[in-house]
């Protein structure tokens, strides 16, 4: 089993930053992908960014230029850098592991408000 935890979610103004951390642990050496999904009211979750050891990072295109995504290994922890942020960021953010096997693990979200 893998556990996940999100945390750095909050309030922040159009045009500010936040840093989401995600903090893994259990059997994470099956974990081959990590990525961060979204979910905004009336809408369905959709891919921010993923990062494999092999593959360069996947950035959805509403976020390319404005969002980071990294990894520190000796923490097993992995980061969304948020820039920029606009007014429709706004949503609850998931953390997301994919092992090898083809399951999927998710952690209990973090709400991210962009407003004024």
């Known amino acids: 089993q893998v556990q996940l935890v999100e945390s750095g979610g909050g309030l922040v103004q159009p045009g500010g930053s936040l840093r989401l951390a995600c903090a893994t642990s259990?059997?994470?050496?099956?974990?081959?992908?990590m990525g961060w999904f979204r979910q905004a009211p009336g809408k369905e979750r959709e891919l921010v960014a993923a990062?494999?050891?092999?593959?360069?990072?996947k950035y959805a295109d509403s976020v390319k230029g404005r969002f980071t995504i990294s990894r520190d290994n000796a923490k097993n922890t992995v980061y969304l850098q948020m820039n920029s942020l606009k007014p429709e960021d706004t949503a609850v953010y998931y953390c997301?592991?994919?092992?090898?096997?083809?399951?999927?693990?998710w952690g209990q979200g973090t709400q991210v408000t962009v407003s004024s």
């Open positions: 997301n592991g994919h092992d090898t096997r083809g399951n999927d693990y």
């Open positions: 259990g059997s994470i050496f099956s974990i081959s992908v």
């Open positions: 990062t494999a050891s092999y593959a360069t990072a």
